[in-house]
Every structure is written in structure tokens, then in C-alpha cells.
């Protein structure tokens, strides 16, 4: 490789652990606040059922589960794509382009779908929380 290349290389996986460092910290986040609001929903369940009733309350769970199913899924994808990238550039060191393409395409695809999971779980949170506002309001 030249030293071109290496810089490249050098300046991508930079950019990656500053991403990675930050995208821990959100699924951290995220994963507090939908558990948290899990508890503290059923921790107050009769309160908040009768202020809001049935669907609202049960929607509110239901939105917060899958927004701390989606925060421990973009975890877990956060693992795997550090561990691809790490051997990715094992491979590229190593000077066997088959295999660090192939390990590329799963380092790409796990960040992609921690991404997603991440998008999901904010979405989530902001759709509960919200929808429960309005149910206190309209009820």
C-alpha cells in the first residue's frame, strides 16, 4: 500500500471511532430513557390509566418496548461492526482484497443497521411520549 493509502485508511478509522464513541453514548441514552419509562409507567400504572385510558397507556408501553428492543439491537450492531472493521483492516493489511471486500460489505451493514435501530428507538420515544401528552390533554 502507499503511504496515500494509508493515510486514507488511517483518516477513515479516525472518523469512525470519533462516530462510534458518539453512537455508544446515544444507544446508552436511549436504552436509559425507554427503560426507565417502562418502569415508571408501570410503576404508575393506575394513575396514568386513568388519566388517559386503555389504548393510550397501552400504546405508550408498547412504543417504549420497542424502542429499548431496537436500543439493545443497535448495541448489539455496534459490536459487530467494530468487530468487522477490525478484521477488515486486518485484511487490508494482509493483502487479500476477496476477503476484506467481503468483510467491508459487513462492516457497512451493521453500521447501517445500528443506524436504523437507533432512528427507530428515538422515533419511539418521541412518538410515546408525545401521544401520551395529547392523551392527558384529550382526555
Given at each position: 500500500m502507499s503511504s496515500e493509502q494509508?493515510?486514507?485508511?488511517?483518516?477513515?478509522?479516525?472518523e469512525r471511532d470519533t462516530l462510534i464513541a458518539n453512537e455508544i453514548f446515544v444507544i446508552g441514552v436511549l436504552q436509559a430513557v425507554s427503560g426507565g419509562s417502562i418502569?415508571?409507567?408501570?410503576?404508575?400504572?393506575?394513575?396514568?390509566?386513568?388519566?388517559?385510558g386503555?389504548?393510550?397507556?397501552?400504546?405508550?408501553l408498547t412504543l417504549m418496548t420497542l424502542a429499548l428492543a431496537c436500543a439493545v439491537l443497535a448495541a448489539y450492531?455496534?459490536?459487530?461492526?467494530?468487530?468487522?472493521?477490525?478484521?477488515?483492516?486486518?485484511r487490508m493489511e494482509s493483502n487479500l482484497p476477496e476477503e476484506a471486500l467481503r468483510l467491508r460489505v459487513l462492516t457497512d451493514l451493521y453500521l447501517n443497521l445500528m443506524r436504523w435501530?437507533?432512528?427507530?428507538?428515538?422515533?419511539?420515544?418521541?412518538?410515546?411520549?408525545?401521544?401520551?401528552?395529547?392523551?392527558?390533554?384529550s382526555h
Open positions: 494509508d493515510r486514507i485508511i488511517a483518516a477513515r478509522q479516525k418502569v415508571a409507567g408501570l410503576a404508575q400504572y393506575q394513575p396514568i390509566y386513568s388519566l388517559v386503555k389504548f393510550p397507556f397501552l400504546a405508550f450492531w455496534k459490536h459487530q461492526y467494530k468487530l468487522f472493521d477490525i478484521k477488515w483492516l486486518i435501530a437507533m432512528l427507530i428507538s428515538v422515533s419511539s420515544i418521541a412518538i410515546s411520549l408525545f401521544g401520551l401528552i395529547i392523551a392527558f390533554w
